[in-house]
């Protein structure tokens, strides 16, 4: 999770939808500790539940469990995101979220 995003000081979708999510210190925290130019802290103060709470991140069985998860309220459009990885690496990864989605 990009704590920037958090971090914008007027409308900020992703601020709001943690507040009502039930982590409002944390939201709030992570935004003013941003802002006051404590990147590092701002980052550090981000949860792990947090973030894998929302999304599907982590090992194989973890990701593998969010999908189930998913599938069994209904959800079925997926936004994916590779960070960091090259194209080749990129390919590599969808092609296993593919078949864990299968």
Not at 6 to 28: C, I
Not at 35 to 59: C, E, K, M, P, W
């Amino acid at each position: 999770m990009r704590s920037a995003q958090w971090a914008q000081p007027k409308t900020n979708f992703y601020n709001d939808a943690y507040r009502r999510a039930g982590y409002h210190d944390d939201a709030l925290a992570v935004q003013q500790l941003w802002l006051d130019g404590q990147r590092d802290a701002a980052v550090a103060r981000v949860q792990d539940d947090l973030v894998t709470r929302f999304s599907a991140i982590g090992t194989a069985a973890m990701v593998q469990e969010r999908f189930d998860a998913y599938q069994a309220v209904g959800v079925n459009c997926l936004y994916l995101r590779f960070d960091g990885a090259q194209r080749a690496d990129q390919y590599a990864l969808l092609e296993q979220v593919c078949a864990m989605a299968a």
